[in-house]
């Protein structure tokens, strides 16, 4: 049974309830086109059945690795970008106490490298590496990425010089293509061990590959309950193709009502901190799956109540082209009341004994039903806890919820044609061969500036 939950009640007083109902047949549609591989993009629909196909075995052998690397390591790196560092990061993040590089001996502390090119932040991790033990997996599916090819290079080396290049050798692991790219050459050159990224599964839906699952693994959360939440979405999904009594259709079809009707911003909200990653992945996984052609929903993302006092004044009263969806929470699992006070001077005995999750849901209620007022309209989507079965199922939801929501735009839900643009500038201004073409005329453009 899935435990999420979706409410779009706040929703009915900008648009029709039957606007919603009415894309109904669309929801089936796109539905046929993902399940009989029909569709745009048919070759990348290998994340559809992933959780039911991923054996135990499989997880099982992830953890003992894993907890080999958990061993050896006071540090473990995650080399990679976009798609291929952002799953990974959301669920640990989730997961993971808020101060565990202060507090956590047990426990490696997960680092990230190549998802930037900032000497500042590489020549900072190098000098937390000097005095760590480490590991490391770079992973990159086209085994070609700059960014994490550079950051790999430079921390290769430096662990080669701390260990020796044998010991190295064992501290490394690599996730990338079957046969293709650099990446695959250089592992197979120097015998990492090493997982395949499958053809059919794109960077932005492989975190339910060993892409997350390795280093969500490394980091001590429960790969097999995450599969199992991921297993549950994706049973509910395949039972019912269509909109009534599907939260995931429900969620698909109701940002694309809300989308027509001149809402072009999606603002992704949390009361939690810990969820902050898990909206940077979902930013990828909606802004690089749908906005293209010229079209698409704008995915943001907000922490409340925290950018209330920040962003709040332009969420209530800025241009009204923007609605929210609302992860909210419903159980904490550590307890914290706010103490009494003899003296009252703080004014606030009105909540004392009053748990802080209470007060910050009252937040959330209030917070919504002032936007509301306020023009935006509000989906909010109820999670039980924050837990690996949780986040499995949440991971899921939006992962098909992407899909049917890039079919019912009308673009390839899977394709990224547009990212290889600023990566041509940059090879040709770095003068990468095979671009001399484009450099003199590039460097024409930015005359007096390089
Ligand atoms: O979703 C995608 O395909 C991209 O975001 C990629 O994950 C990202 O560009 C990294 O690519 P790669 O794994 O090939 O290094």
Request: net charge negative.
């Amino acid at each position: 049974m899935i435990q999420l939950k979706l409410d779009i009640d706040q929703v009915f007083g900008f648009i029709p309830k039957e606007k919603i109902f009415d894309l109904n047949q669309q929801v089936v549609t796109s539905y046929r086109k993902i399940y009989n591989k029909t569709g745009a993009g048919a070759d990348f629909l290998g994340w559809v059945d992933l959780p039911s196909q991923t054996t135990d075995e499989f997880i099982r052998h992830l953890s003992d690795h894993a907890a080999e690397l958990r061993e050896k390591s006071e540090v473990f790196v995650v080399v990679g970008i976009g798609g291929s560092y952002l799953g990974a990061r959301a669920v640990i993040e989730s997961m993971t106490h808020h101060f565990s590089a202060l507090i956590n001996k047990q426990t490696p502390h997960i680092v990230y490298a190549g998802q930037n090119i900032s000497e500042e932040y590489l020549a900072d991790l190098l000098d937390l590496l000097d005095i760590k033990h480490y590991s490391m997996v770079v992973i990159s599916k086209s085994g070609t990425t700059t960014e994490p090819a550079i950051a790999f290079r430079v921390l290769r080396a430096h662990l080669e010089r701390k260990y020796g290049v044998a010991e190295a050798r064992k501290r490394i692991v690599a996730i990338t293509d079957k046969s293709r790219g650099a990446l695959k050459q250089v592992a197979d050159s120097e015998g990492y061990r090493s997982y395949v990224v499958p053809d059919d599964v794109g960077g932005r839906y492989s975190v339910l590959t060993p892409v997350g699952l390795l280093p969500i693994a490394v980091a001590g959360i429960d790969i097999h309950e995450l599969i199992g939440g991921a297993r549950k979405m994706e049973a509910a999904s395949r039972a019912v193709n269509k909109m009534y009594g599907n939260p995931i259709a429900l969620y698909a079809a109701t940002r694309q009502a809300l989308y027509h009707s001149g809402k072009t911003t999606e603002i992704m909200v949390n009361y939690e901190p810990r969820l902050f990653y898990l909206t940077e992945w979902w930013k990828q996984l909606y802004g690089e799956s749908e906005g293209k052609e010229h079209k698409g929903i704008f995915p943001a993302g907000v922490g409340f109540t925290t950018d209330l006092h920040s962003m709040g004044q332009y969420i209530q009263e800025g241009l009204r082209n923007i609605f929210e969806t609302v992860i909210s929470v419903e159980h904490a699992t550590r307890e914290l009341r706010v103490p009494a006070a003899d003296t009252d001077l703080d004014q606030l005995n009105y909540i004392a004994s009053k748990r802080l999750s209470e007060a910050n849901l009252m937040a959330e209620f209030g917070t919504t039903l002032a936007h509301v007022d306020g023009g935006v309209p509000n989906i909010r989507i109820q999670l039980p806890a924050i837990n690996a079965d949780a986040i499995g199922q949440l991971i899921y939801f939006f992962e098909m919820g992407c899909a049917l929501s890039g079919y019912m735009l009308g673009v390839n839900p899977f394709d990224q044609p547009g990212v290889e643009a600023y990566k041509k500038n940059m090879f040709a201004l770095l003068g990468k061969a095979g671009f001399e073409d484009q450099t003199a005329a590039l460097k024409e453009r930015l005359k007096g500036k390089i």
